[in-house]
């Protein structure tokens, strides 16, 4: 849906929701005027202590009650992405619905060890009585704030460890995605105390004022632009963040690739969400020894996939702009439409097309596109072409095809991704234990896996001194024992030190020490 933010006739602000398949007003959604924002900040601040306080049995208790409550609205879910984003019902029911209760499965199953103190062991002679632990604290309110092309997905990949963690949670859904937005805070209203999730309905106002409301982390997807805007206000307010900011992945197809898996997989990874998604297959190098047969089955696949029951429309008329305009300039720049290139409708829908005679500047082998065009080059030199996969801001994923799993693999790792995939592409960013995230433009961010507590927790260090005597070796006074005792422990550790004498130095130093004290 694209979000229109208008004014209604009784002065309030809301969001015109618009179906993307038909361009038709569908709903509206009020907006949080942005002066309300800092009181859903302070409603999760409240709340948070208490959340944290129940103790994580019972928070996994309640956050498999919200698991149980978001597959009963399954059905619900699947239509409103329908009407909101387009989206066809296997796409809807695999990567939001599916792919999210195993992301509750397996965080319900981890958390007990993901939140396990590390304890901290002393040698006793050095620190004696003393011991402690490493435990991981909730940060306390997490601001959220989510783009539109995984409405589902992608807030509970926060969500769901952020309050397991002890945290509360303000989040802020796109204004292209307000209403399964809603539909996903009524269910955790339904089942979580009040304020543990609050909800911020609107635009970059209401994002700009989220991430200004004295959040204690700032976790965001979406563009690089706004990442950057989001990133520069919390670098004043020293409130860490986690950015994830798209991508612009290849697939690089090596000779000896099973033709028929890389075309039927890079065909979905490319036209999947239309093309919405942060690790859409956006250039594909092709050896030269299979470039036409590639091109050719591409091709007739892709001429295939059915509108909107395969491949939904764009989410916004502006989202179409972009890929109109990007097609054209390749075009205009005298790339050649293989198969779709138009925008027939109905709705925002853009024909899944297939585009070769590239070159590397063009707009669609430069920028995120983030809609259903896959432009494919062909190499003759392997190193070239992987310097190539490497030259754009991005780090998100990377693909390669080959029989040769070993080799496909040592090349991914040569690369500067977060994600490497042999075979395959773009579905880890579905399982819940492998991090997701790159380096670069993308934004260093980590969402799933064990990394991602790295944004939602703070290690705090508790160490107990049984020790009750009035001093420790390295207090005061640094004496003439103490450097004898520090100079005799770096003998005995260098390599070729001397060692005899080291030691010697060490325990009189030491025992020097210990008669001072
Ligand atoms: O993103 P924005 P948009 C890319 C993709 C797409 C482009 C624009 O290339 O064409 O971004 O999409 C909120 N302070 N991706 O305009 O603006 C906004 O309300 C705080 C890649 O939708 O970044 C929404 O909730 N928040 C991407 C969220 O930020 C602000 C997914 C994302 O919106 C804000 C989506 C501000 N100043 C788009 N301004 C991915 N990484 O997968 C806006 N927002």
Known sequence: MAGVLQQDPDGSTVIACLDPRSGQQVATVPVTPVDQVGAAVARARAAQPDWHGLGLARRKVLVEALRQAFLAAAPRVVSLLAEECGRPG????????????DLFAWW???????????????????????????????????????????????????????????????????????????????????????????????????????????????????????????????????????????????????????????????????????????????????DAALYERFVDAVVARTRKLRPLLDVGPLITPAQLEIVKAHVAEAVDRGAVVRCGGGAPGPGWYHEPTVLTGVQDDMLVMAEETFGPVLPIVPFDDLEQALARVDGTPYGLTTSIWTRDLALGEALGLGLRCG???????????????????????????????????????????????????????????????????????????????????????????????????
């Not at 296997?90 to 209760?101: I, K």
């Not at 309110?141 to 769901?160: D, E, F, K, Y």
């Not at 005995?492 to 010697?504: E, I, M, N, S, T």
Request: glycine share 12%.
């Open 108 to 286: 319900l199953g981890q958390i007990d060890d993901l939140l396990t103190a590390d304890p901290i062991s002393l040698n006793p002679v050095n620190y004696p009585r003393k011991g402690g632990r490493v435990q991981l604290e909730p940060v306390g309110v997490v601001g959220l704030i989510t783009p539109w092309n995984l409405p589902v997905a992608i807030p509970l990949r926060c969500l769901v460890p952020a309050l397991l963690a002890g945290n509360t949670v303000a989040w802020k859904p796109s204004e292209h995605s307000p209403r399964t937005g809603a539909l996903l805070h009524e269910l955790c209203r339904q089942v979580l105390p009040p304020g543990v999730v609050e909800l911020v309905q609107g635009d970059g106002a209401q994002g700009q004022a989220l991430v200004t409301a004295g959040v204690d982390a700032v976790v965001f997807t979406g563009s690089v632009r706004t990442g950057r805007r989001v990133a520069a206000l919390c670098g004043e307010r020293l409130v860490p963040c986690s950015l994830e900011l798209g991508g612009k992945d290849a697939a690089v197809v090596l000779a000896d690739a099973d033709l028929e898996r890389a075309v039927e997989g890079i065909v979905w990874a490319a036209f999947g969400l239309a093309g919405q998604n942060c690790a859409a297959v956006e250039r594909c190098f092709v």
């Open 419 to 517: 994600v490497v995939t042999v075979n395959n592409h773009a579905f880890t960013g579905a399982l819940p234990m492998a991090a997701w995230g790159g380096p670069k433009d993308t934004g260093g961010g980590v969402t799933s896996s064990r990394f991602a507590l790295y944004h939602l927790t703070r290690p705090r260090t508790v160490v107990l001194d049984a020790l009750g005597q009035p001093h420790e070796m390295w207090w005061f006074p640094y004496n003439e024992a103490l450097e004898r005792l520090s100079g005799g422990l770096v003998e005995l550790a260098r390599r070729g030190g001397a060692r005899l004498p080291g030691a010697r130095a060490a325990l009189s130093g030491f025992i020097a020490r210990w008669k001072d004290s």
């Open 90 to 101: 296997g796409e809807a029911w695999t990567s939001e619905v599916v792919a999210n209760n």
